[in-house]
């Protein structure tokens, strides 16, 4: 059985080889990720000119157009007022903050009331400086 030492040594070698590993897969699919994009944004300019919503080929597939959003707060003092003034509470998310939560179970060792927390010891490896 390898040492402490050796096992470390180990683990740290073939965490790099999956950094290497890793690096080189997505190189070889960036050229891949970039046709697609540009057969991609084709067949968007095709159905934008033809007026459709989705293209369907016998045997092949469909492709179809979706509208996907993302929404992130830039100025909280400005969507908090906002919120309160016009009362849309239904704009926000029911969600606690986690590093607040595990302060809380620091100090008291048990999580708030109604709260879920669970603290997951995990071993993690840094390369040497």
């Given at each position: ?54 293209l ?35 704009m ?26 669970t ?10 400086t």
């Amino acid at each position: 059985m390898a040492t402490i030492s050796e096992t470390l040594e180990i683990a740290m070698k073939l965490r790099a080889q999956i950094e290497v590993d890793e690096a080189q897969f997505e190189a070889q699919l960036a050229p891949k990720k970039a046709m697609l994009k540009k057969l991609t944004a084709h067949i968007h300019e095709y159905l934008n000119e033809q007026g459709l919503q989705n293209l369907k080929v016998a045997g092949v597939g469909t492709a179809f157009k979706k509208v996907t959003t993302s929404c992130t707060v830039a100025d909280w003092d400005v969507v908090w007022a906002d919120i309160t003034t016009r009362e849309a509470w239904d704009m926000l998310n029911h969600a606690v903050n986690k590093t607040a939560v595990a302060a809380y179970v620091e100090e008291h060792g048990a999580p708030p009331p109604g709260v879920n927390y669970t603290a997951t010891e995990v071993v993690q490896f840094r390369k040497e400086t």
